[in-house]
């Protein structure tokens, strides 16, 4: 785990891409460690962490071959520069494919806010105004953002945040939501019997 496995050791240069990939895979495993310490979870766990971040960081080196190539041409200076900026922020990373993202609802449009995805950080009326949601979501623990609705009975060890009608309900449609620590959506579902297997095969029981 240390040596990072999920990473591929050789990479040409450019891109600026290591710290962001390095805090995105020690989110990634924090939690899980976290999680199977507690033995709230089975050491199984521990294997998502390659099979999630390998993806992501393969994509990360293609950018960065692709961003290599560009860059030596003399063409497109302004696009360039707006396109780097676009492609180099990994907030597109996603663990749809993951075996820890559950995704219940059907018919949604292709832009639709999944489960995989990271939680869009937008703002999110609270009582003393707008915050945005990644402040309110600050944390080792798992949150439950309950869309425009009474939220569901949960276990202490997951935080509830109420997410009224605006611009975040908006992007993520119909709930609620379970997050993971690491500020991707774990579950999306419409049905309370999906949130309590998802609760209990995560150990978060009360």
Not at 110 to 120: I, L, N, T, Y
Not at 175 to 197: E, W
Request: proline share 9%; glycine share 10%.
């Amino acid at each position: 785990m240390c040596s990072s496995p999920a990473r591929p050791r050789a990479h040409p240069p450019g891109g600026g891409q290591d710290l962001n990939i390095s805090v995105q895979d020690a989110y990634n495993l924090g939690w899980k460690l976290g999680q199977v310490l507690r033995h709230q979870a089975p050491d199984a766990l521990l294997d998502s962490y390659k099979t999630e971040r390998r993806p992501a960081v393969v994509h990360v080196l293609e950018l960065r071959s692709r961003l290599y190539r560009t860059g030596r041409s003399p063409e497109g200076g302004i696009e360039k520069a707006r396109d780097r900026g676009r492609l180099t922020h990994l907030l597109s990373v996603h663990y749809r494919d993951s075996a820890l993202s559950t995704e219940t609802r059907e018919r949604l449009a292709g832009a639709a806010v999944r489960a995989g995805d990271r939680v869009p950080d937008l703002p999110c009326g609270t009582e003393d105004g707008p915050r945005r949601l990644l402040e309110l979501m600050r944390g080792p623990h798992f949150t439950l953002l309950a869309v425009d609705r009474t939220p569901p009975r949960v276990p202490p060890a997951v935080a509830t945040i109420r997410v009224p009608d605006g611009e975040l309900a908006e992007a993520l449609g119909a709930g609620p939501f379970l997050v993971r620590p690491d500020g991707h959506i774990g579950l999306a579902t419409q049905d309370p019997a999906h949130l309590d297997r998802y609760l209990a095969k995560a150990g978060l029981t009360d």
